[in-house]
């Protein structure tokens, strides 16, 4: 396998072994490379000063107090880390002291997790200007790989690459500690073995759970961007499941942790916890509001729990999943859609539906989330072990797909005539009066679409007028 970052960034490279500091493409890119997928950025580091990387790149900006200057090309950032060391994490998120330093081994002992100490480059400028590509692969690959002193070689200080091949998440050093300076690393961990498909260390895992109280300083932002990546894997399942066995999903969400040892007569041997992680899986990975409802469409449960039934969990689970995803600082869209899926998801169908009990049912969904309601409730069934069709969803659909073809009554809007139609032909007023004369034609067109036309609706509302005088 070839390790050859982008034009761009040996560019980049070059000019600063050039101006005769070290440079380092680190981190992720290099751990994705690896195992063969496309990175999705390359973060680089060097000895130089963050003043004097502003000087070799003009127009440069020094993003943060801790190293880090972002490079624009191409219309990419490219964030350019001088080497350091950091101290003093009293907030268990960032460091409030850093140190720069002069080697990559240095910077490579202060990162999370050996995947992820990884670098590739030189410390000396690179003689003549070339560049040489060293190939990684064929089996175990040494700490370092490359074509002499002044080439680009690859460095493994912790043994990062034979945890990849091994596909396993080991925290750099003392695990403990690592954990105690940036909680964040515990939440990713689970992140990574989701969407990597690896498991966690045994002393990393533990080390996760002892710490695990820890989660409790971290930002509402940072949280909910690092469970939207994990919703988004391709089994969000694996990292549902590590949350809960190290006590995190605990302080993230005592609601959703509640459910582990809640019995349900669902799938022999599992729990409220299993099902929920069911459906979540079951939901496509390009629904992401619909897999944020599955993960909290029973949360509602523990706390309704009586006599083997869990009676009004749907109206207490949305009250429950508006505050989780508030207190996540959510978008207001994504909380409203989520909460009304969790509200609406044990809706029940017979086939004594009239037309106008599918109409009602439309309107009380709301058009644009009826899809979103059945890709839950077909989640639903897969979670409880039952075919995703089951409780007449494929007839359901049917029958709304059917009556959504032709011209139907469901808002205020559908009807021939307006508030302005009334004021104007029977002096009528805005106002309660107006209001509920406008409720009432709807509620007979749902029931009756035939009686949509203006004549009838006017005729009907000069009626209503009557009867309230």
């Known amino acids: 396998m070839e390790i050859r970052p982008p034009e761009t960034v040996l560019e980049i490279l070059a000019r600063l072994w050039a101006s005769g500091h070290s440079g380092y493409v680190v981190g992720g890119s290099l751990r994705d490379v690896i195992l063969g997928r496309e990175p999705a950025d390359w973060d680089l580091a060097t000895d130089a000063r963050p003043e004097q990387v502003l000087e070799l790149f003009p127009g440069a900006v020094y993003e943060n107090r801790f190293g880090t200057v972002g490079v624009r090309r191409d219309g990419i950032t490219f964030e350019i880390t001088t080497f350091r060391s950091d101290h003093d994490y009293a907030d268990h998120r960032r460091p409030h002291r850093v140190e720069f330093g002069d080697a990559i081994e240095v910077d490579l002992a202060r990162r999370d997790f050996t995947i992820n100490a990884l670098a590739w480059g030189a410390d000396a400028p690179v003689v003549g200007g070339g560049r040489v590509a060293p190939v990684v692969g064929g089996g175990p690959v040494a700490p370092v790989v490359g074509g002499g002193p002044d080439a680009p070689a690859l460095r493994d200080p912790y043994g990062g690459i034979a945890d990849i091949e091994a596909r396993i998440i080991r925290a750099v050093g003392d695990p403990r500690r690592r954990f105690e300076e940036d909680a964040l690393r515990m939440v990713r961990a689970v992140r990574l073995a989701t969407t990597l498909d690896f498991s966690v260390e045994a002393a990393t ?265």
């Open 205 to 469: 895992l533990a080390a996760m759970q002892s710490r695990s109280s820890l989660i409790a300083h971290l930002s509402a932002e940072r949280l909910a961007a690092e469970l939207d990546k994990l919703l988004a894997a391709d089994r969000p399942s694996i990292g549902l499941r590590l949350l809960a066995a190290t006590e995190i999903l605990a302080v993230f969400s005592p609601e959703l942790a509640a459910q582990r040892g809640v019995p349900q007569n669902k799938i022999p041997g599992e729990d409220l916890w299993d099902h929920t992680v069911r459906t979540v899986d079951a939901v496509p990975a390009d629904r992401p509001v619909v897999r944020l409802a599955a993960l909290l469409h029973d949360i509602g449960k523990p706390s309704t729990m009586a006599d083997g039934h869990f009676h009004g969990h749907d109206a207490v689970g949305a009250d429950l999943a508006l505050a989780f995803l508030v207190q996540l600082k959510f978008p207001r869209a994504v909380t409203d859609r989520v909460t009304h899926l969790v509200r609406n998801h044990m809706f029940t169908y017979g086939e004594g539906w009239s037309d106008s009990g599918v109409r009602r049912f439309i309107r009380r969904i709301g058009r644009e989330a009826l899809t979103p309601l059945f890709d839950l409730r077909e989640a639903d069934n897969e979670g409880s072990g039952m075919a995703r069709s089951s409780h007449g969803l494929d007839e359901l659909r049917r029958r709304i797909d059917d009556l959504l073809a032709r011209p139907v009554v469901l808002e205020r809007e559908d009807l021939a005539i307006d508030g302005s139609d009334l004021i104007a032909e029977l002096g009528l007023e805005p106002g309660p009066v107006l209001g509920r004369i406008l409720d009432e034609l709807l509620e007979q067109a749902i029931t009756d679409p035939a009686i949509n036309d203006r004549p009838t609706l006017m005729l009907m509302a000069q009626s209503m007028l009557t009867e309230d005088r």
